[in-house]
C-alpha cells in the first residue's frame, strides 16, 4: 500500500471514529441547546462523507475498482436532492434532536461522499485525499464541540485548515 492509500484509509476511520462518536452523544444525551445539535449533526455527517469518500480513493488507487469517473444520468439533480435532503435534515434536527433524523443526514452524507469522490478519476485521487484531509478536520473540530473538549476542537480546526489550504 502506497502512502497516498494509507493516508485515505486513516481518514475514513477519523470519519468512523467522529460518526459514531456523535451518534453515540446523541443516544446518550451527552448534551443540548443549538451549538450541540448544530455540532452533532456535522461531525455524524462530515464523519460518514469522509468515511465513504476515503473508502471510494482507496479503492480507486489500490486498483480495487476502475480508475474512471463515476457518472451516471440523473446524478447532477440526485446531488441536489441529497444536498437539499442534508440541509433540510440539520434544520430538523436541530428543531427536534430525534434520532432518526441523524441517522437520515448521516446515511444522506454517506451516499453524498461516495458519488462527490466517485466522480473524480483516479489520478486526481491524491487532490480529493487532501479535501477528505480537511473534512476529517472539520469533523473533528465538530466533534470537539460536542465532547466539549477544547483540545479536539483547536486539533480540528488546524488539521480542517491545513487540508483546505494544501487543496
Known sequence: TDLPQLVA????LVGVAAAATAIASALSA?????????STYLAAS??????TGSLLAFAKLQGLMSGKSLSFPGQRPLLAL???SLVGGMWRYIGT???NVLYFGTAVSAVLG???AGQVGG??????ITLLNSASGWA???EGFVLSNTLLTVVGALIGSSGAILS
Open 140 to 142: 473533528l473540530t465538530a
Open 46 to 51: 462530515i464523519g460518514a462523507l469522509t468515511v
Open 30 to 38: 451527552h448534551g443540548s441547546g443549538l451549538l450541540y445539535s448544530i
Open 9 to 12: 484509509a486513516f481518514h475514513s
Open 97 to 99: 434532536s430525534a434520532i
Open 123 to 128: 489520478a486526481d485521487m491524491p487532490v480529493v
Open 82 to 84: 441529497l444536498a437539499l
Open 114 to 116: 461516495w458519488i462527490v
